[in-house]
């Protein structure tokens, strides 16, 4: 994946050591933060009158989730994230595939609905796969969708949902 960082370099990044090397720490850390504080601003919109597409979140929610977090990593200039979608496993109690989305970016593997999983935390961000996201096949790849590429049924509520998000975000940013 090659992205431009918040240095404005571009990366091509196959392993921890050349995350390392390309995404400055500054940019690091600015990424956890901001992964951090959008799930903050997610619980506290889901906590109040949320759209109903939102209403089980974490479960359910994830692909949902990643491209919400796509579209606000790049409005604020962290870069395009790949959506990793579709990927599933055979469930632990023998019944359906679990199914599962996240996002990549520079390296990174980051996972605001892991959670919905036992025994995994709220958020995964991690350079490269973690064993809980290896356990996951058929994975799908594709680049954040702008709004401008989405069906006007699916924008129309993802408009509404980001709205809310953001507002959230920006009241605990003050």
């Not at 392993?15 to 901001?34: D, G, I, P, Q, Y």
């Not at 935390?121 to 490269?128: D, E, F, Q, Y």
Request: charged residues 25%; contains cysteine.
């Amino acid at each position: 994946m090659t992205t431009g960082g918040a240095e404005g370099a571009t990366c091509r990044l196959r392993s921890f050591h050349a995350f390392t090397s390309c995404m400055t720490e500054l940019s690091l850390a600015r990424v956890l933060e901001e992964v951090k504080a959008f799930r903050a601003a997610v619980e506290r919109y889901v906590a109040g009158e949320p759209h109903q597409q939102m209403k089980d979140f974490p479960e359910g929610r994830c692909k949902l989730t990643s491209l919400l977090l796509a579209r606000h990593l790049a409005e604020r200039g962290l870069g395009d994230s790949m959506l990793i979608a579709n990927a599933a496993r055979p469930a632990s109690d023998g019944g359906l595939d679990e199914t599962h989305a996240w996002l990549e970016l520079d390296g990174l593997t980051i996972d605001l609905t892991a959670d919905q999983f036992p025994n995994q935390s709220a958020i995964i961000v991690t350079a490269g796969e973690s064993p809980f996201h290896r356990s996951f096949s058929g994975q799908t790849q594709s680049r954040y969708m702008r709004p401008d590429e989405m069906s006007a049924d699916f924008r129309r509520f993802f408009d509404i949902i980001y709205e809310g998000i953001e507002e959230e975000f920006d009241r605990q940013q003050r």
